[in-house]
T-cell receptor, first 112, second 113 residues
Framework: DQQVKQNSPSLSVQEGRISILNCDYT??????FLWYKKYPAEGPTFLIS?????DKNEDGRFTVFLNKSAKHLSLHIVPSQPGDSAVYFC???????????FGTGTRLQVFP | DVKVTQSSRYLVKRTGEKVFLECVQD?????MFWYRQDPGLGLRLIYF???????EKGDIPEGYSVSREKKERFSLILESASTNQTSMYLC????????????FGEGSRLTVL
């Protein structure tokens, strides 16, 4: 049973426009939600996180929104740049177990 | 600069061989993890460890074992490699505080022939 889902395997966006990546979860006990970015042949790198008690967190071009009633979060990238082209993983943290549960990833391609 | 180092970036092994994947972190983190990444399946947790000598099974432990003799080192062992273990293996560590953020190594791409 997949507790964290990313239903869009890929997304293509023009440079300068907004990229919106979506993630759904099933467990209301998650404490934090995190986004990771991964380039080919490299390990994932942390991008941004949000506590379950907040509904928005912003860091430069990246904003994460959390809708607890819908068990949904999204990552907004504005403006999108070609260097943002990567696979983005949504993850949920259960601090009681210190484990991160990852979604299946969304491949973002930003074209000129 | 914090770092998680995986000993081998690329390995090619034959079916039935024993495989060791080594991981070292320099952040004095308590927790260490091994994931594998496969297309369409995301990152799946194989094993993790909260302390030296301790290990816990993740979601897909079959065919794997681990060793944590020192705090900074966490090894993944494939006792008898099989072709379905061809994958990207990712080691990570965390302090167990804050958001639960994991710091990942660069990954080890294993091909089993």
């Amino acid at each position: 049973d997949q507790q964290v889902k990313q239903n869009s395997p890929s997304l293509s966006v023009q440079e300068g426009r907004i990229s919106i990546l979506n993630c759904d979860y099933t467990n209301s006990m998650f404490d934090y939600f995190l986004w990771y970015k991964k380039y080919p042949a490299e390990g994932p790198t942390f991008l941004i996180s949000i506590s379950s008690i907040k509904d928005k967190n912003e860091d430069g071009r990246f904003t994460v929104f959390l809708n607890k009633s819908a068990k949904h979060l999204s990552l907004h990238i504005v403006p999108s740049q070609p260097g943002d082209s990567a696979v983005y993983f949504c993850a949920a943290s259960d601090l009681a177990t210190d484990k991160l549960i990852f979604g299946t990833g969304t491949r973002l391609q930003v074209f000129p | 600069d914090v770092k998680v180092t995986q000993s081998s970036r690329y390995l090619v092994k034959r079916t039935g061989e024993k495989v060791f994947l080594e991981c070292v972190q320099d952040m004095d983190h308590e927790n260490m993890f091994w994931y594998r990444q496969d297309p369409g399946l995301g990152l799946r947790l194989i094993y993790f460890s909260y302390d030296v000598k301790m290990k816990e099974k993740g979601d897909i432990p079959e065919g794997y074992s681990v060793s944590r003799e020192k705090k900074e080192r966490f090894s993944l062992i494939l006792e008898s490699a099989s072709t379905n273990q061809t994958s990207m293996y990712l080691c990570a560590s965390s302090s167990g505080q804050g958001s639960g953020e994991l710091f990942f190594g660069e990954g080890s791409r294993l091909t089993v022939l």
